[in-house]
C-alpha cells in the first residue's frame, strides 16, 4: 500500500494513533465519525500494510531519575556501502541507543543515546566506538535540557 492509497480517514486515523495509541477504538471512531467495526478493521489493515510499525509507551524521563543523553557525531576512517552498513549493524541493537542517522556532509553517523551516567556512556564508548579500528573520531554532546521531543511523523496531505 502507498500513501497514494490512503484516504482522508487513514490519514486522520494515523495521525490520532500517533497522538495517542492508547486511545480506544470506541474513541476513534467517535472522533473520526466512523463506526467502530470499520475503525477496528482500518487500524488492522494499516497495521498489516506496515504502516504502524510499532506501539510503544513513552516515559517521563524525569520520573525515572536522573540520565544522560548524548548526541554522538562519529566519523569513520573508510565510507564504502560495506563500511556504513557494518557500523549500523554493531551500532543499531545496542540498548543505549536509541536513533542511528547516516549523515552528510559532516560526519558519517549522528547516534542519539540515553544512559543512566557518565560510567555508563564510557562504556558505550568503548563497546562502540574505542574497539572498532574504522572509527576515527567521535565528538559527544550531552543534554542539559530536553525543551521537546514528539516522535510524530508529518502525514501527506489527503488528496
Not at 11 to 39: H, M
Not at 50 to 75: F, H, K, M, N
Not at 86 to 108: I, L, M, W
Request: net charge neutral; charged share 25%.
Amino acid at each position: 500500500m502507498k500513501s497514494e492509497d490512503l484516504d482522508d480517514i487513514d490519514l486522520r486515523l494515523l495521525d490520532a494513533l500517533q497522538r495517542d495509541t492508547s486511545a480506544s477504538n470506541q474513541s476513534l471512531a467517535e472522533r473520526l465519525n466512523i463506526s467502530p467495526p470499520t475503525c477496528l478493521r482500518r487500524v488492522r489493515r494499516l497495521r498489516a500494510g506496515g504502516w504502524i510499525a510499532s506501539e510503544v509507551a513513552i516515559l517521563d524521563p524525569v520520573r525515572l531519575g536522573p540520565l544522560l543523553t548524548a548526541v554522538i557525531e562519529v566519523s569513520l576512517d573508510r565510507q564504502d556501502a560495506g563500511s556504513l552498513e557494518a557500523f549500523e549493524r554493531r551500532v543499531a541493537p545496542d540498548e543505549a541507543v536509541q536513533q542511528c542517522y547516516r549523515v552528510s556532509p559532516g560526519p558519517d553517523f549522528v547516534l542519539i543515546a540515553t544512559v543512566r551516567d557518565m560510567p555508563a556512556y564510557q562504556a558505550l564508548a568503548q563497546r562502540l566506538f574505542t574497539s572498532d579500528a574504522n572509527v576515527r573520531n567521535v565528538k559527544a554532546f550531552f543534554s542539559l535540557h530536553r525543551a521537546k521531543f514528539a516522535p510524530r511523523l508529518p502525514l501527506p496531505a489527503p488528496a
